[in-house]
């Protein structure tokens, strides 16, 4: 049987141990602090950043939730973040992405202070990262990382493939194994025979955003597949291609008129060692990572 890599249990642990180092840092007289910018009104941002500022207050950091309104400038947003970075009670800056289309996105998180860079998204932290110095990593590959660990997954030694190479995922997740020793392959949308490749992977991260992509004859059998992809299902049809006959995705689906589904075909999850179910899996490490980041971040500007 694979094993079920259980996201819950493995965030629930990351979120206790900021909140005794939230404690611990109080007992300094220091109180960590993030900032959260959400332009505009996307249903899925508000829900994302919802989440951030509860578990924000759950451990006992400190949040500012600045919500400029869709019509906000390039310019107007580099002088909020200019304004956050001088504000000594904040440690993090967070931009939620998608910003409007008139906003230069790259321009507004590059001008994050690269100390306050809590999304590991600044040039200065991916070159920090890849000169293997220390640095603030993006969260969801840090996730990735903490769950391999913490799962008792041996990564030292073994060939990990990540399919996909985005500078939030694919990229910093490769260099995070990397840092860990791992023999590492990146592949995308231009890799020859990908699943010759990833028939290579005993780590296979998946992080490309097209629902169930990574198929069984793309998997070498006990292989730890690491799924970060999520996809919403909104038909009947795209139900029955990966959940037909799968009683408790049908409730989900019946009630909610949707359910989601990872980059890995659930089929593939049967050959595996072991695996990181969608949901429940890395996607509930990408905040309790936030709040690490925030911490790390409020002690490293104080040389703590
Ligand atoms: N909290 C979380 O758990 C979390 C956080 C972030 C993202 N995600 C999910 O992770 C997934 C990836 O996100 P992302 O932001 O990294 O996406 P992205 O920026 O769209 O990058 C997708 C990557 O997949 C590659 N790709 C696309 N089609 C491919 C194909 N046919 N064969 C091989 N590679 C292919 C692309 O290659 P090219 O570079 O060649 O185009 C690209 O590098 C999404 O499902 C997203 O929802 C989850």
Do not use: W
């Amino acid at each position: 049987m694979p094993k079920k890599l259980d996201g819950v249990t493995i965030a629930a642990a990351i979120k206790q141990q900021v909140a005794e180092e939230v404690r611990a840092l109080a007992a300094q007289g220091v109180r960590p602090g993030l900032a959260v910018v959400l332009v505009g009104h996307v249903a899925a941002s508000e829900i994302y950043v919802r989440g951030k500022v509860q578990t924000c207050a759950d451990l006992g950091i400190y949040s500012d939730l600045i919500t400029p309104p869709d019509t906000t400038t390039t310019e107007e947003l580099l002088d909020l973040v200019a304004a956050l970075n001088d504000r000594d009670e904040i440690d993090g800056v967070l931009v939620q992405l998608p910003l409007p289309k008139h906003i230069d996105a790259k321009v507004v998180l590059d001008a994050i202070s690269p100390a306050k860079d809590v999304d590991g998204l600044h040039p200065m932290n991916a070159g920090r990262l890849q000169a293997g110095r220390p640095a603030l990593a993006p969260c969801t590959p840090a996730g990735v990382i903490e769950i391999l660990k913490r799962s008792g997954i041996v990564i030292a030694g073994q060939n990990a493939v990540v399919v996909g190479r985005s500078d939030i995922v694919g990229k910093p997740a490769a260099m995070l194994l990397l840092q860990e020793n791992a023999t590492v392959t990146i592949c995308h949308s231009k890799t020859r025979d990908l699943g010759a490749v990833t028939r290579q992977a005993d780590i296979l991260v998946a992080a490309i955003g097209r629902p169930g992509f990574i198929t069984p004859e793309m998997v070498k059998p006990g292989a730890t597949i690491i799924d970060v992809g999520i996809n919403r299902l909104n038909t009947r049809e795209e139900f029955d291609q990966f959940f037909a006959g799968n009683a408790k995705r049908e409730a989900t689906f019946a009630k909610r008129g949707s359910t989601i589904v990872g980059d890995v075909h659930p089929a593939a999850f049967e050959l595996a060692g072991a695996y990181t179910p969608v949901p429940g899996g890395v996607g509930l490490l990408t905040i309790a990572m936030l709040m690490a980041n925030t911490v790390r971040a409020a002690k490293m500007r104080r040389g703590l």
